[in-house]
Nanobody
Framework: QVQLVESGGGLVQAGGSLRLSCAAS????????MGWFRQAPGKEREFVAA????????HYADSVKGRFTISRDSAKSTGYLYLNDLKPEDTAVYYC??????????????????WGQGTQVTVSS
């Protein structure tokens, strides 16, 4: 099994920045893709970003492209999500996710095997 623990959420003003961290433990060698989803109150969970755990290709939702950056430090088994130029509509609980190799789209939450507990990001206007 794999355990994911997020940290770094908080309250920030519009235009500000945050860095979310995702510490992975357990059978981390089984992770092929790591990513982030978010869920705002009263809304469905949505894809934010994903990348291969080995590095390389990154994918972003159109709503965050150019503002958020996903990365990972494989030596530390830690993933990151840098949130820049934050907007009130970015307010949500952010979840770190990981998955074993499968054929589902990286943007589908059904394809992820491992989920963190979530960290709250609140952006004030």
């Amino acid at each position: 099994q794999v355990q994911l623990v997020e940290s770094g959420g908080g309250l920030v003003q519009a235009g500000g920045s945050l860095r979310l961290s995702c510490a992975a433990s357990g059978r981390t060698f089984s992770i092929s893709t790591m990513g982030w989803f978010r869920q705002a109150p009263g809304k469905e969970r949505e894809f934010v970003a994903a990348m291969a755990w080995s590095g390389g290709n990154t994918h972003y939702a159109d709503s965050v492209k150019g503002r958020f950056t996903i990365s990972r430090d494989s030596a530390k088994s830690t993933g990151y999500l840098y949130l820049n130029d934050l907007k009130p509509e970015d307010t949500a609980v952010y979840y770190c996710v990981g998955r074993r190799p499968n054929s589902k789209s990286y943007s589908s939450d059904q394809g992820y095997d491992y989920w963190g507990q979530g960290t709250q990001v609140t952006v004030s206007s």
